[in-house]
């Protein structure tokens, strides 16, 4: 089982948009996937200090128990403190939570590294 994070600006689920700016995101969507398939789904408002909490998003993922984040992008803090927690970061998602849980288990999605991440002071 893979419980994956997604960042999303409404509290519509799968059906929600994707936020692409990870630090302000104001909700996650967390996805027990197995076999190839959604288990279930859960939306978490976001504790991270850009939205009024104590955290940085990182922790607050790390946080969740969740092993992989698909995003649109993140800057280079936010993807070296997830590798550093054992969190595989793809990037490049657009559309809907459950559009970008499609591209990912497609392999449409790009592993993070530190030369793709978004260098506009983004995290």
Request: proline fraction near 3%; glycine fraction near 12%; include cysteine.
């Amino acid at each position: 089982m893979v419980l994956i994070c997604v960042p999303s600006l409404d509290k519509d689920g799968l059906k929600g948009n994707l936020s692409q700016h990870l630090g302000k995101t104001p909700y996650f969507v967390l996805i027990k996937w197995e076999d190839e398939q959604i288990e279930n789904f859960q939306v978490i408002e976001s504790k991270a200090k850009h939205v009024g909490g104590a955290m940085t998003p990182g922790e607050f993922i790390a946080g969740s128990g969740a092993n992989k984040l698909l995003c649109g992008n993140l800057g280079p803090k936010a993807v070296q403190m997830l590798q550093n927690a054992g969190i595989e970061v793809y990037v490049g998602a657009s559309g809907t939570v459950i559009e970008t849980l499609q591209s990912w288990s497609e392999g449409k999605l790009k592993l993070a590294s530190m030369d793709n991440a978004c260098s506009e002071g983004h995290n």
